[in-house]
């Protein structure tokens, strides 16, 4: 599975942004899939998480409320829907897959995006 993240940007403090990850494979459906993300000088960091079928997600505190985590299976696509963002919510994500959940959440999952870019202006 390769999966190839985009939609970030440079946004002002209560905008909002839609990342989209796109996967390869037919097994797409299969995976368990998450969002992680990385500030500057700061380590990696959980965001959200969606099971293959879509009914079972999770969020970090930090953006429940804010952020919504989705996936389009029909089109391999994985998406986070983020709003209200706030200047601390600037980081580089990551999308990941996995066929267990726990490994996603746990930050273990077996593919790993390359990464887009969120800014938040303050």
């Known amino acids: 599975v390769q999966l190839q993240a985009s939609g970030g940007g440079l946004v002002q403090t209560g905008g909002s942004l839609r990342l989209s990850c796109a996967a390869s494979?037919?097994?797409?459906?299969?995976?368990?899939m998450g969002w992680f993300r990385q500030a500057p000088g700061k380590e990696r960091e959980f965001v959200a998480t969606?099971?293959?079928?879509?009914?079972?997600?999770y969020y970090a505190d930090s953006v429940k409320g804010r952020f919504t985590i989705s996936r389009d299976n029909a089109k391999n696509t994985v998406y986070l829907q983020m709003n209200s963002l706030k200047p601390e919510d600037t980081a580089v994500y990551y999308c990941?897959?996995?066929?267990?959940?726990?490994?996603?959440?746990?930050?273990?999952?077996?593919?790993w995006g390359q990464g887009t870019l969120v800014t938040v202006s303050s």
């Open positions: 990941a897959a996995d066929p267990s959940q726990r490994a996603v959440v746990a930050g273990r999952g077996r593919y």
């Open positions: 494979g037919r097994t797409f459906s299969s995976y368990a």
């Open positions: 969606i099971s293959w079928s879509g009914d079972i997600t």
